[in-house]
T-cell receptor, first 114, second 115 residues
Framework: AQSVTQLGSHVSVSEGALVLLRCNYS??????LFWYVQYPNQGLQLLLK??????LVKGINGFEAEFKKSETSFHLTKPSAHMSDAAEYFC????????????FGQGTTLQVKP | EPEVTQTPSHQVTQMGQEVILRCVPI?????FYWYRQILGQKVEFLVS????????KSEIFDDQFSVERPDGSNFTLKIRSTKLEDSAMYFC?????????????FGEGSWLTVV
C-alpha cells in the first residue's frame, strides 16, 4: 500500500541554520510528491511539488526538495531558517489516479530558536 | 489570488446533533475534497467529488457523512448524529483536474468540537 513517513515529529533549529525535514514514501507506482505548510490557525499552503520533471524542486519562501527514487525520499530543505518558518510541515503523495487524492504524512513541527 | 473559503471557522455542537460545514471552492475548479485532521494526528482524506457525485471515499466516510453541491458555488459536508470522535479540523479543498500531480488548494479549515 502507498504511504508517506515523516521522520521526526518535532525539529528544532536555530535561526540561520539549515532546515532539513525528512519524508520517505512507499509506492509501487511513480509518485507525485508535495510539501504543504500549515502556519498557526491557518490552512494548508503548498510549498512545492514534484511531478516527474526535474528531481530538484524549488518552492516558495526559499524551500527546495529533491526527489531521490533510489532512496524513496523527498526531503525538504532550506539553507537558512527564519523565525517566520516556524510551522507544521506535511509531506503528501498522490499516484496516478482520476481523483487526485492526497495521502499525508504525520507532519513535522518546525521550531526556530533565536 | 483565488482561494477556498470555509464556514464556520469554529463550531461547537452537542453529541447527536447534525452539523453542516460549508465550502466555496475556487470558481473554475471541478474536483472537490474534504479532509479532516484530528488534533495531533495526520490529515486524512475523507471524500472526493466530481461531476455531482462522489468519485472516491475513504473508510472513514461512512453513512454518517454526506456531501452535496447544492448550487454552482457551495460544497457542503454534512455529519449526522455527531460523536465525540468527530471533533477535528475539517479541510475543504479543490483542484482544477483530478490528475495526479495537480495542485490541490486547501481552505483554512472548520474546527468542529463535539461536546
Amino acid at each position: 500500500a502507498q504511504s508517506v513517513t515523516q521522520l521526526g515529529s518535532h525539529v528544532s533549529v536555530s535561526e540561520g541554520a539549515l532546515v532539513l525535514l525528512r519524508c520517505n514514501y512507499s509506492s509501487s507506482v511513480p509518485p507525485y510528491l508535495f510539501w504543504y505548510v500549515q502556519y498557526p490557525n491557518q490552512g494548508l499552503q503548498l510549498l512545492l511539488k514534484y511531478t516527474s520533471a526535474a528531481t530538484l524542486v524549488k518552492g516558495i519562501n526559499g524551500f527546495e526538495a529533491e526527489f531521490k527514487k533510489s532512496e524513496t525520499s523527498f526531503h525538504l530543505t532550506k539553507p537558512s531558517a527564519h523565525m517566520s518558518d516556524a510551522a507544521e510541515y506535511f509531506c503528501a503523495v498522490t499516484f496516478s489516479s482520476n481523483t487526485g487524492k492526497l495521502i499525508f504524512g504525520q507532519g513535522t513541527t518546525l521550531q526556530v530558536k533565536p | 489570488e483565488p482561494e477556498v473559503t470555509q464556514t464556520p471557522s469554529h463550531q461547537v455542537t452537542q453529541m447527536g446533533q447534525e452539523v453542516i460545514l460549508r465550502c466555496v471552492p475556487i470558481s473554475n475548479h471541478l474536483y472537490f475534497y474534504w479532509y479532516r485532521q484530528i488534533l495531533g494526528q495526520k490529515v486524512e482524506f475523507l471524500v472526493s467529488f466530481y461531476n455531482n457525485e462522489i468519485s472516491e471515499k475513504s473508510e472513514i466516510f461512512d453513512d454518517q457523512f454526506s456531501v452535496e453541491r447544492p448550487d454552482g458555488s457551495n460544497f457542503t459536508l454534512k455529519i449526522r448524529s455527531t460523536k465525540l470522535e468527530d471533533s477535528a479540523m475539517y479541510f475543504c479543498a479543490s483542484g482544477s483536474t483530478g490528475m495526479a500531480g495537480n495542485t490541490i488548494y486547501f481552505g483554512e479549515g472548520s474546527w468542529l468540537t463535539v461536546v
